[in-house]
């Protein structure tokens, strides 16, 4: 004896199926929407640091017009130097993560790459302090107290 008004089982497995899609769909978008946010909200999370020109826009909306004017003209002066460091210093954290990915780890080499991206990175800052002090130089008493205020109030974040 069967009944007309149940559903077969094939019928059953076939919704089973789509809303188990649907809530991954579902997961994945909501994965998807959190990391767009994410990017929008703290767009200075970079993988090795964040890049000259970021760190420059920061700084530059902080600062009168004219102030953000003198700094931009002198990183644009020095902007190929920049980005060849940044460069450098991003291909030898490229090596580093790819010493991280061996299914052993090199540990010398490990050392040897970590110091390298280590000496990259700082080549980076002193290009970066160079082109701040030169700015500094030239900045009106507010562009500079902005600036001394937005350190103060970052160290006081980081606990400093």
Same mark, same amino acid.
């Given at each position: 004896? =069967?009944?007309?008004?149940?559903? #077969?089982?094939?019928?059953?497995? =076939?919704?089973?199926?789509?809303?188990?899609?649907?809530? /991954?769909? $579902?997961?994945?978008?909501? $994965?998807?929407?959190?990391?767009?946010?994410?990017?929008?909200? &703290?767009?200075?999370? @970079?993988? &090795? /640091?964040?890049?000259? /020109?970021?760190?420059?826009?920061?700084?530059?909306?902080?600062?009168?017009?004219? +102030?953000?004017?003198?700094?931009?003209?002198?990183?644009?002066?020095?902007?190929?130097?920049?980005?060849?460091?940044?460069?450098?210093?991003?291909?030898?954290?490229?090596?580093?993560?790819?010493?991280?990915?061996?299914? @052993?780890?090199?540990?010398?080499?490990?050392?040897? #790459?970590? =110091?390298?991206?280590?000496?990259?990175?700082? $080549?980076?800052? +002193? @290009?970066? $302090? +160079?082109?701040?002090? +030169?700015?500094?130089?030239?900045?009106?008493?507010?562009?500079?107290?902005?600036?001394?205020?937005?350190?103060?109030?970052?160290?006081?974040?980081?606990?400093?």
């Amino acid at each position: 004896m =069967t009944t007309v008004d149940s559903p #077969a089982p094939a019928a059953i497995g =076939t919704r089973r199926r789509r809303r188990w899609l649907l809530w /991954g769909s $579902l997961a994945v978008n909501v $994965l998807l929407l959190s990391f767009i946010c994410a990017r929008a909200m &703290f767009p200075a999370l @970079q993988p &090795f /640091g964040s890049p000259p /020109g970021r760190v420059i826009e920061a700084m530059s909306r902080k600062l009168p017009k004219a +102030d953000a004017a003198i700094l931009q003209q002198i990183v644009r002066e020095r902007q190929t130097n920049l980005r060849e460091s940044q460069s450098a210093f991003e291909q030898e954290m490229e090596r580093v993560m790819t010493l991280l990915e061996a299914p @052993q780890v090199d540990m010398p080499a490990l050392r040897e #790459a970590v =110091t390298a991206a280590h000496r990259r990175r700082m $080549l980076t800052d +002193d @290009q970066m $302090l +160079d082109v701040l002090v +030169d700015a500094l130089g030239q900045m009106s008493l507010e562009g500079r107290q902005r600036l001394a205020a937005q350190y103060r109030r970052h160290a006081w974040r980081r606990g400093e």
